[in-house]
């Protein structure tokens, strides 16, 4: 069975500090990685995906992921929070023969100014 | 280019009601999925759909019934509402069934 553990249900840094959220799975065959983000009353918006090939991983808004195998992690950073980076982030794990997504419990993101 | 659309946005119901939430997917997606949010959890998978045909189902009950219709489109019926059952319903398309899934902006129910 896969899972998905995220480490910190909320997560405070200042404007302009590294952003580090994390992310550990547990998958029997080769995950499918996803990281989404929610902003308040709003569906779940695509940053990133890891399926084959570089473990690094760009998505949108300046992040990135790393996919690493030993450590069974896909943690999520940014190298400099802006205050519109505040909303919650959930990731996700599936594999390639699966219809479903396996989603974390999520992170609250807090930006301080 | 439009996104997915799911309507209404938000719906009040009673105990023992039924409810009826529609999605649209992206153009040129085919298959659709079901996630139940409950507040302060992640999402929750219900159901997928592809070609109108049941792909997958999640751990849900009877009561909660979907079905795709000719143009993609996709309906998710709960019957008997309880009040466990106020969440954010999020319908998700994806080209095929095993491709990236983007997220419409969902559905609010609460039930009294």
């Known amino acids: 069975a896969q899972s998905v553990t995220q480490l910190g249900s909320h997560v405070s840094v200042s404007e302009g500090a590294l952003v580090l959220l994390r992310c550990n799975y547990s998958s029997s065959v080769p995950p499918y990685l996803f990281w989404y983000v929610q902003y308040p009353n709003q569906g779940l918006q695509l940053l990133l995906k890891y399926t084959t090939g570089a473990t690094l991983v760009k998505g949108i808004n300046g992040f990135e992921a790393e996919f690493k195998k030993s450590e069974t992690s896909f943690h999520l950073t940014k190298p400099s929070a802006h205050m519109s980076d505040a909303a919650e982030y959930f990731c996700a794990v599936s594999s390639s023969g699966t219809y479903k997504y396996i989603f974390g419990t999520g992170t609250r993101l807090k930006v301080l100014a | 280019d439009a996104g997915v659309t799911q309507s209404p946005t938000h719906l009040i119901k009673t105990r023992g009601q039924h409810v009826t939430l529609r999605c649209s997917p992206i153009?040129?997606?085919?298959?659709v999925s079901w996630y139940q949010q409950v507040l302060g959890q992640g999402p929750q998978f219900i159901f997928q759909y592809y070609e109108k045909e049941e792909r997958g189902r999640g751990n849900f009950p009877d009561r909660f019934s979907a079905r795709q219709f000719p143009n993609y489109s996709s309906e998710l019926n709960v019957n008997a509402l309880l009040l466990g059952d106020s969440a954010l319903y999020l319908c998700?398309?994806?080209?095929?069934?095993?491709?990236?899934?983007?997220f419409g902006p969902g559905t609010r129910l609460l039930v009294l």
């Open positions: 153009s040129g997606h085919k298959s």
């Open positions: 998700a398309s994806s080209v095929r069934v095993q491709e990236t899934q983007y």
